[in-house]
C-alpha cells in the first residue's frame, strides 16, 4: 500500500519542514512509532504538533516511543529535548557523539562554533555504521556518512529502495563540508560517502532538506560536480559556508540590525575562523559581502537599518 506522491510505503511518512529545521520522518508500525530527526529548537512546539497530528491521522496511538539523529547538527536535534519531555522515547545517536553528549560539551557539539542553540537532551543507545534498525516494520542499516559531518549517518531500506540521505546528499548537493573549515579532511569524505550511495539501489532518496526525489544518478552526478568545484578552490567552500551561516541567523531571526551584523558574526566562531583562514578582510567587510550576496539572489532585502529574511 502506498500512501503519497511519493510512493512511499504506508509506515513512512515525511514531515518536510523549511531550511531551518531538518525534515522529520516518521516511521510507524507494531514495533511501535519512531522518528528520524527532530528539527530546530525554534520549530520545536511545531514539531510536537506535526507528531501528534500524524499519530491521530495514522490512528497510531499516542506515543513516540523512539528518535533517531542521523548526526547532530542544531537542526537535526535541536527538538530532541521537547519530544524527550513530551514522549520519553527512547534516544539513539551517533555512537562517536556519545562522550560529547553525556557531557554536554556544546564546542565540541559544534553549537557554540555556529552560534546556534539546542536545548540539553540525553540519548539512550548509540548507533554505529553496519547497525540494523527496525523502524516502520521495515529493516534499516545505518551507515558512515561523513564530510558534512564527521560522524553523520544515513539510512538505507534496501527491501524498498529508500535512503534517509540527511545532508550527505540533497537534489541538488548536500550540506557545508564544515571539516574543511576548520582545516580537516572533508572534501575525501564526501566523494567516498558519494560514492557509497552510488553503491546502493535507490529508488527514492528521503534528504534532510527538500522533497523526496528520485533519479538518483542525476542527483549524484550534481553533487560530484559540485564538489569538484568546491575541491578546485577551497575558498568557494569557504563562500558558501559563510553564505549559509548567514542566512540561517535571517531564517532564526527574521530580521538583523545593520549596525548589530557585523560583530554578531564576528562573535561566531566558525565565522571568525573562516574570515582569518580564507578571507582576511574586516568584520565590516565579511558581513558586507555576506549580506549582498544573499540579496543579489533574493534571500534577503536590506534597508537603512536592517537585513530582512526572504523566501
Not at 531550511?19 to 511501535?32: A, E, K, P, T, V
Not at 562554533?113 to 521495515?138: E, I, K, M
Request: aromatic letters at 8%; proline letters at 4%; glycine letters at 8%.
Amino acid at each position: 500500500m502506498r500512501s503519497n506522491p511519493y510512493d512511499l510505503p504506508a509506515s513512512v511518512h515525511v514531515l518536510e519542514r523549511g531550511w531551518l529545521s531538518s525534515n522529520n520522518i516518521m516511521l510507524l508500525g507494531s514495533d511501535g512509532n519512531a522518528m528520524v530527526d527532530s528539527g530546530y529548537v525554534t520549530h520545536a512546539q511545531q514539531t510536537l504538533a506535526l507528531v501528534e497530528t500524524v499519530l491521530q491521522e495514522r490512528q497510531q496511538g499516542t506515543r513516540l516511543e523512539r528518535l533517531i539523529n542521523t548526526h547532530l547538527h542544531s537542526d537535526h536535534c535541536g527538538g530532541n529535548a521537547a519530544l524527550q519531555a513530551r514522549y520519553a522515547c527512547r534516544t539513539s545517536i551517533p555512537a562517536a557523539e556519545v562522550d560529547k553528549v553525556a557531557r554536554w560539551d556544546e564546542a565540541a557539539l559544534s553549537f557554540r562554533a555556529t552560534g546556534q542553540q539546542c536545548p540539553q537532551f540525553t540519548y539512550d543507545d548509540s548507533l554505529h555504521d553496519g547497525d540494523v534498525l527496525r523502524l516502520g516494520d521495515l529493516d534499516w542499516q545505518a551507515l558512515a556518512a561523513p564530510g558534512h559531518d564527521p560522524h553523520s549517518l544515513i539510512l538505507y531500506c534496501a527491501k524498498e529502495g529508500l535512503l534517509i540521505s540527511a545532508d550527505a546528499l540533497w537534489q541538488t548537493g548536500f550540506g557545508v563540508i564544515f571539516p574543511e573549515l576548520e582545516g580537516e579532511s572533508g572534501f575525501a569524505e564526501v566523494r567516498t560517502t558519494l560514492d557509497l550511495i552510488s553503491t546502493l539501489d535507490v529508488r527514492l532518496v528521503i534528504p534532510g532538506h527538500g522533497a523526496p526525489f528520485g533519479d538518483v544518478g542525476a542527483a549524484l552526478s550534481r553533487a560530484f560536480a559540485r564538489l569538484d568545484y568546491l575541491q578546485s578552490d577551497p575558498l568557494r567552500n569557504a563562500q558558501n559556508a559563510v553564505k549559509v551561516m548567514l542566512k540561517f541567523l535571517l531564517l532564526e531571526r527574521q530580521a538583523i540590525a545593520l549596525d548589530a551584523l557585523a560583530p554578531m558574526m564576528a562573535d561566531i566562531p566558525i565565522l571568525a575562523l573562516c574570515n582569518r583562514r580564507f578571507f582576511g578582510w574586516s568584520d565590516a567587510a565579511l558581513a558586507a559581502w555576506a549580506s549582498a550576496q544573499l540579496i543579489k539572489v533574493g534571500a534577503a532585502v536590506r534597508t537603512s537599518t536592517h537585513l530582512f529574511n526572504m523566501g
